[in-house]
């Protein structure tokens, strides 16, 4: 009676362990699911604003970044960055560095890799 009871445990166990082990991939691949969705979301708006129009508008990009911003979860904030590393214009205002030149600061590894 007794070597059934520790089989029967045994068993139990292995299906606890193996249903607690299907729940935390499937938990994985939602989680992996949102966070690339919303990433994929940022991409797809950032591309839109970027191709919208030839040239750089006058208010470099503001409309665009106020409306993204308010339609959008997740952005702290949306800059405009000049060719010489400084940020010119971005939405909220509030939370825009205006005068900050990323290559003076050494901030400017994020967008090295990236090619126009």
Do not use: H
């Amino acid at each position: 009676m007794f070597f059934l009871g520790v089989r029967l445990n045994l068993g139990v166990q292995e299906i606890c362990e193996e249903q607690y082990t299907e729940q935390q991939t499937l938990n994985t691949k939602q989680i992996s699911s949102a966070v690339t969705e919303f990433l994929n979301e940022k991409v797809v708006a950032r591309e839109v604003i970027a191709g919208a129009e030839n040239g750089v508008p006058d208010d470099f990009y503001m409309r665009f970044f106020k409306a993204l911003y308010e339609r959008s979860q997740g952005f702290y904030a949306l800059e405009y960055i000049d060719e010489c590393g400084t940020i010119v214009s971005g939405y909220p205002e509030d939370r825009t560095p205006l005068g900050y030149n990323l290559y003076e600061k050494n901030m400017d590894q994020a967008f090295q890799k990236t090619a126009l």
